[in-house]
């Protein structure tokens, strides 16, 4: 029945980032109210995407979206762990996908992540605010990872959403390790206000 | 105290996913131990969603959001977190050291110097491995092929970059030549990530050979 009321909800094309507490509402709802046009929202947000990036990665058409689809999944299985202490939603969700696709792409174990997520972490300010707060930071980053040179772009893009090991990414470029590595830490620093929330 | 960390372009690596399992498991392991880390994963995750959340998308095929709907219908599996259990040992290694330190069988590879390997996922192209060495003792100048992510468990030991003890990392890249003395009064034990295609055990035994005839 409920699936049949879902249907009706017309698919929705990908857009930008959501309002950072309209992200935040949807995780909320989620986990709460077990709510499944919330996760439909998600996925509509996020599916396209994960799918993209898991192309990058060299899946094809059928397993990016399988990935995608298995993504969303563990966010309804997980969402009541969800707290601002794992991020902003996308960050969240940029870390199951990950863990994902080391299991999947990489054939390696996820678990030395998996089980670091056990290990609690402090944290003076969980709850709704805080988790609005972690939204709006990434919001930063993202606007601000537009700001930095091409060539700190093009690192940060090789590592982050194309997958490549940082001596792959040398070779690729055609620079020494060194120099992506100094590339990289250069991208950080540009970013810190952003991520450590300076502002 | 910890005071040596990891760089922060391989907590990067970390973050985006790209480090081979003896590396993560390295950081994991030293990240579940330091707090500072901690806040630094949480930064360079960030980035992580960041570039998720620029992305452009890929539009998915039609009735894949229905599909995702009915798997929801046919799974109601709620995880549940499990209770970690008090253990001296950082909980990312118990699952490849799920017996401790204490019960490691060391293979001896020269005077003060054993190693052990831990099993990794098959098809994983670089090592795991514990190294001891003895109170007081001296692992031959050696030099790195490629990255070396050292994480101290037990014990401490010094070289030109000064003191690593339980909890410190040391990430060097290739080209970084040292020589590390155990500090007097405990067996100095670290977890070590390298790369494969440099055998740290055969090399050790080539610097060793001449120092000591074997």
């Known amino acids: ?199 | 105290m910890i005071t040596q960390h990891p760089d922060i372009s391989t907590l990067m690596a970390f973050s985006a996913g790209t480090l081979d399992e003896p590396y993560a498991l390295v950081i994991s392991t030293h990240v579940a131990m330091c707090e500072a880390c901690q806040e630094g994963v949480r930064r360079t995750d960030r980035i992580g969603g960041a570039a998720l959340s620029g992305e452009a998308g890929v539009a998915m095929s039609d009735g894949a959001r229905l599909r995702l709907l009915a798997a929801l219908d046919a799974d109601d599996a709620i995880v549940v977190k499990s209770p970690v259990e008090v253990s001296e040992m950082p909980v990312p290694l118990r699952r490849y050291l799920p017996y401790g330190l204490s019960s490691i069988r060391w293979r001896a590879n020269g005077p003060g110097v054993a190693t052990r390997d831990l099993p990794v996922s098959p098809g994983v192209k670089s090592r795991l491995m514990l190294l001891k060495v003895a109170a007081g003792r001296r692992v031959p100048e050696h030099s790195h092929g490629g990255q070396e992510l050292t994480l101290i468990l037990q014990g401490a030991y010094k070289d030109r970059f000064g003191i690593f003890a339980t909890g410190d990392i040391a990430d060097h890249d290739e080209d970084v030549e040292h020589q590390p003395i155990a500090e007097p009064g405990e067996d100095c034990i670290c977890l070590v990530a390298v790369d494969a295609k440099l055998n740290f055990r055969s090399r050790l035994i080539r610097l060793l050979q001449p120092l000591f005839g074997m």
């Open chain 1, 1 to 199: 029945m409920l699936t049949a009321t879902m249907s009706q909800i017309p698919p929705q094309p990908p857009t930008g980032p959501l309002p950072a507490d309209d992200l935040a509402k949807l995780i909320e709802r989620v986990a709460t109210l077990r709510d499944r046009e919330a996760l439909a929202k998600l996925f509509d947000i996020f599916a396209p995407k994960l799918k993209a990036i898991m192309l990058r990665h060299g899946a094809n058409s059928a397993m990016a979206e399988d990935l995608a689809q298995e993504t969303l999944l563990v966010v309804w299985r997980k969402a009541h762990l969800y707290s601002a202490q794992r991020g902003a939603v996308s960050t969240w969700i940029f870390t199951i996908a990950r863990n994902l696709r080391i299991d999947h792409l990489r054939r390696q174990s996820n678990r030395p992540y998996e089980d670091l997520e056990g290990v609690e972490i402090a944290s003076d300010a969980p709850g709704g605010d805080r988790i609005v707060e972690e939204n709006q930071i990434v919001d930063r980053v993202t606007l601000a990872i537009r700001t930095l040179s091409k060539e700190q772009q093009d690192v940060v893009r090789l590592s982050f959403i194309e997958d490549i090991p940082h001596s792959e990414i040398a070779t690729r470029v055609g620079i020494p390790l060194g120099t992506v590595k100094s590339r990289l830490r250069l991208a950080y620093e540009r970013l810190r206000p952003m991520l450590e929330d300076l502002q």
